[in-house]
């Protein structure tokens, strides 16, 4: 398990490392670097289910932190997934605006005798209202994003905190059946050793009594 842990770790801090290189790419490119990280992304995840499935064969004292080990990898790719289908969100967004720009640029507008010509101005104005409405679903689709992150992760820490709860109970439940089997032992000793002083008593007045 330690060696997929650390391979997994490695793979994860490269992912990180590589996430700048998506801002600085050209646009020709971007794709390509957007399916690379994709694919690394999903490999993390499966090397993930197979350390869920090692964590749970350890043995019960090591066995907690191994579990939390995972979870923590889990969390920070769930967070580098997130933060690419963000990027990927924008930029989808940028490029729609630049493709709407280009043909209200490219757009013919004629004149004629019965003034059907089209306002530059107002084209303006709605080119800056769609502009806006783009901005704040993009907040939206952020913010909701973001809340649905935190509700995951809440989730984890709340199935973490259950079992954690288990093991407690199981653990109070172990020492309460040892306790009970050593007061037990302690009665038992308690006997054996009032009949050992009754013994002794019993063969110092025999030997007292046939001696004198």
């Known amino acids: 398990m330690e060696s997929l842990y650390h391979q997994t770790n490695k793979q994860i801090q490269e992912v990180q490392s590589s996430m700048g290189r998506l801002e600085t790419v050209d646009r020709q490119s971007v794709h390509l670097v957007e399916n690379e990280l994709q694919a690394?992304?999903?490999?993390?995840?499966?090397?993930?289910?197979?350390?869920e499935i090692l964590a749970g064969k350890e043995t019960p004292s090591r066995r907690q932190n191994a579990?939390?080990?995972?979870?923590?990898?889990?969390?920070?790719?769930?967070?580098?997934?997130?933060?690419?289908?963000?990027?990927?969100?924008?930029r989808y967004t940028r490029e729609a605006q630049e493709r709407e720009r280009e043909e209200l640029l490219t757009r013919s507008f004629t004149t004629n005798d019965a003034d059907t010509s089209i306002p530059i101005d107002e084209t303006l104005q709605f080119s800056s209202s769609l502009n806006s409405a783009h901005r704040g679903m993009d907040e939206l689709l952020n913010s909701g994003s973001s809340i649905l992150d935190n509700l995951r992760n809440q989730r984890g820490t709340l199935k973490g905190t259950h079992k954690k709860i288990l093991d407690v109970v199981n653990m109070l439940g172990l020492?309460?059946?040892?306790?009970?089997?050593?007061?037990?032992?302690?009665?038992?000793?308690?006997f054996i050793m009032m009949g050992g002083m009754l013994v002794t008593c019993v063969v110092m007045f025999l030997v007292v009594k046939y001696l004198s």
């Open 67 to 90: 579990k939390l080990r995972v979870d923590q990898l889990k969390y920070d790719v769930q967070h580098l997934q997130s933060a690419l289908r963000n990027f990927q969100h924008r």
């Open 175 to 190: 020492s309460n059946t040892v306790m009970r089997l050593i007061e037990k032992r302690a009665f038992q000793d308690k």
């Open 40 to 51: 690394r992304i999903d490999q993390i995840f499966s090397s993930l289910e197979r350390l």
